[in-house]
């Protein structure tokens, strides 16, 4: 691990690359995320969208599992009676997991293994892709202990999922692994745990090679444009195309376009033009 990295009580950073893992860091607790956590997972998003070396984050649990949602006693009880501290939690708990994570300006993933549960249902969503282990665990266990899946979740999950598999798993609380999130495409894929990482990674340096600026404005195209109507998505993105002609330091579009029609070194249809 390089030491240049922020130092946080009960989230770990790690570099591999351009890629950053950001992970949850409570094994004890299965990574259930505490008011703590939830401000320090702020102040790593925080930390690595400005962070020149990375490309892309990576989110993940240490000890073998992603998370097991909200800390039932920190989260929940501690603040029960105290609706200030309850808000303050709140607050950070919904920045990262979905308003510093859905809009964050590098390419995300999820890697997940063994237990998802609940509020760790949101992470997985807001990021880019996901990848999981096919034996990973995953439940909407709210209705077990008597609430709903709130704080977004239930919100989030009709986001990705069908609207008859969001009812089931939401109703029913049934867990379901990666294989069927895989199937699902509640995850892009699910690879055997041993091959976690390295399935992860393929995907990451994939990413790291692309223009940062293209990767940036296409995820927040593709986000932005499912809530448009045709005629506002045209408007739109003739906007963000035009802003990433503008902004984008490589240049890439003049640099990609000298390369394919007149040097002839690469094809725009196999991989990208050389940075
Ligand atoms: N909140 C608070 N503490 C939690 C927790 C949560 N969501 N999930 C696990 N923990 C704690 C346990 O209380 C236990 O603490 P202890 O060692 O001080 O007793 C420790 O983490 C290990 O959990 P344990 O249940 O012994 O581990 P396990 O591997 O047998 O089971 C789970 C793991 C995740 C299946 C089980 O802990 C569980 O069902 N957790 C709740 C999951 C949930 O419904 N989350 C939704 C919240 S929105």
């Known amino acids: 691990m390089s030491d240049d990295v922020i130092k946080l009580e009960t989230v770990k950073i790690e570099r591999d690359g351009g890629t950053t893992f950001v992970i949850l860091n409570r094994p004890e607790k299965r990574n259930a995320m505490s008011p703590q956590l939830h401000n320090d997972m702020c102040d790593a998003l925080d930390w690595a969208a400005e962070d020149d070396q990375t490309k892309v984050v990576v989110i993940t649990g240490a000890g073998g599992n992603f998370c097991a949602g909200q800390d039932l006693k920190l989260f929940f009880r501690a603040n029960d009676g105290n609706p200030k501290a309850m808000r303050r939690a709140g607050l950070a708990s919904q920045a990262w ?44 266990s709210e209705v077990n202990w008597g609430i709903i899946p709130g704080g977004l ?17 939401s109703v029913t609380g049934d867990k379901f692994n990666g294989a069927e999130a895989a199937a699902m495409k509640f995850v892009n894929k699910a690879v055997p745990v041993t091959n976690l990482r390295e399935a992860t990674m393929e995907l990451a340096r994939k990413l790291e090679a692309k223009s940062p600026a293209a990767v940036r404005y296409t995820k927040e195209a593709v986000r932005s444009v499912r809530g448009m109507s045709q005629d506002q998505a045209m408007d739109y993105l003739h906007c963000k195309s035009d802003a990433l002609k503008f902004i984008d330091p490589e240049k890439g579009r003049e640099k ?20």
């Open 256 to 275: 990609a376009m000298k390369q394919f029609l007149d040097e002839k070194v690469f094809k725009p249809g196999l991989g990208e033009f050389k940075r």
């Open 97 to 140: 997991r979905w308003d510093k994570l859905s809009r964050f300006p590098k390419a995300t993933i999820a890697m997940v293994h063994g237990y998802c549960f609940g509020g760790g249902f949101t992470p997985v969503i807001a990021c880019d892709f996901a990848i999981a282990a096919d034996d990973a665990t995953f439940g909407l």
């Open 153 to 169: 979740v239930a919100w989030a999950v009709t986001q990705i999922l069908g609207y008859r598999d969001a009812m089931y798993y």
